[in-house]
């Protein structure tokens, strides 16, 4: 796998080339809930929905817990994966929250925001240790 300048960039998470079709299924499956009528079905049996898509058993676990950083590890968009916060009628907060490493609180993580956010020291290569 050719390495990318961006690969040493913690928490980062980018659909390429590299990763596009692991997540091929798990991208359709947060497409889908574009249509009201998907989002309905979802609801209704997220189990019984899940299984139309060809999904890694990882993918799925992931989709239940709503693990959002798992979900981009295992090859999601992070545009559509904003699809399911919106289906559960969350704030954006929530996902970034749970992305974010150590996992925070919608509350925790909209006081790091108006804090001034996450300090670039630490955060800008793998190689950085972390302060403090």
Do not use: C, W
């Not at 947060?30 to 299984?51: C, V």
């Not at 959002?68 to 969350?90: I, P, T, W």
């Not at 970034?96 to 909209?110: A, I, L, N, T, V």
């Amino acid at each position: 796998m050719t390495a990318r300048d961006y690969d040493d960039v913690p928490g980062t998470y980018v659909l390429d080339s590299r990763t596009y079709r692991k997540g091929y299924h798990l991208n359709m499956f947060l497409m889908s809930l574009n249509k009201a009528e998907h989002r309905a079905e979802f609801a209704a049996d997220e189990e019984g929905y899940l299984l139309r898509y060809d999904l890694s058993e990882a993918q799925r676990e992931a989709v239940k817990d709503r693990q959002y950083l798992e979900m981009l590890k295992l090859g999601a968009n992070v545009y559509y994966a904003f699809k399911l916060v919106s289906h559960d009628r969350q704030p954006p907060q929530v996902m970034y929250g749970k992305m974010s490493q150590p996992e925070m609180s919608f509350d925790e993580f909209q006081q790091m925001m108006l804090a001034g956010g996450r300090p670039i020291e630490g955060n800008r290569s793998k190689q950085e240790k972390p302060n403090g």
